[in-house]
């Protein structure tokens, strides 16, 4: 029988991979608008 | 509160759900693909709600909360289309199919990613919000017709399965999956929604210095 | 008018979407909203049907299918539920869950001769997921018929 192993690990790792891409990159832009807010809300 | 759900049902369902009679271990691709359904299917009615609640009310934050679920479901779309291609190979013997189900589903990815694209374009908010708005209650017209496209014409994919055609440890396995997506599809859109409101907030800074930080 | 960089390209994409939801719409709905035609259908269309590219969907028949190892050559009937069948043959091993009683879609020619040629055999599987019985091996029928393949 042919190993289908392959695919099943294929599914699981694409997934997460777009998912971590795309949490990361929200991350990074959320810190980077909050630094921004603090810049021209000094104390707020 | 995500992760530990993703962790319980990546568990639940790579070791403890036995595999499937027919399809024997590949069939655990479905743990990945139907939960990134229910996350794109949440996205987009979050998108869809508030953008018709936006016309109506006209409140900024609906905009920004109709943005960040259009965006999250775009993104599952995408996982759910490409899980799909994964599971489809081994089984049905292609990556891809023009049968309504497929067709259907990537009708609604490409209008939302419209949505995107026309939000990118629009300098204006308001007309950003307002056409942004108008796309995203058509797209939304096409969930119904991807879930029941299955039931109304020929199709390679499968009818929706139910609790009584999936064995009820692949059942749990699933659900608990399907929770976390959810969880993860919900705390993402929150965090995007919060974006939204800063980056406005600063766009508007910019056009009138000094009222942006009133 | 000018657009910048940045709005240029975006325009570029969006044009690019829009083209891909026309072909989606016109292409995709427009040939495939019957994505198969049945057993039935295809012979009431008869001689009108030779040669035409078709995808025909139906249940591998019981008790039909012959693999020929030294040709790489599957045939089988596909029936509907009216009892109808047409025989078809195909080239290549099938995908793994190819067994008796399944459903197929099959894409390619009908001949004059009776029978459908096919160039790709795409399996239909049913909504039910079950753990495989006790002591049941899985895939048995396929390794089993295509053995001299697999080794």
Known sequence: ?44 | MALPAVAVGLYLGLVWAPPDAMMGNVQRIMYVHFPSWIATALSYLTGFLCSVLYLVRRRPALDHLAQAGVEVGVLFNTTGLITGSIWGRPTWGVWWTWDPRLTTTAIMLIIFVGYLLVRAFLEDPDARARVGALVAIVGFVTLPIVYFSVRWWRTLHQPQSSPNTVDPEMVVALRTMMVAFALGAAYLISRRYELARLEAAAEQSEVEPGVGTA | MLLSGRRAGIALGGGIVALVFAYLVWGGIGNNLVYFLTPTELLAKGPAAYGASIRLGGIVQPGTVHWDADRHELRFRLADTNDHNVEVVSTGVPPEMFTEGIGAVVEGVWTPDGVFHCHNLMIKHSNEYRPPPPGAKPAEYYRQLFRKQLS
């Open chain 1, 1 to 44: 029988m042919t190993d289908n192993t392959g695919f099943v690990v294929a599914a699981y790792v694409v997934t997460a991979a777009l998912v971590t891409l795309y949490t990361w990159r929200l991350t990074r832009r959320l810190k980077q608008a909050r630094r921004t807010a603090d810049h021209q809300l000094p104390g707020g």
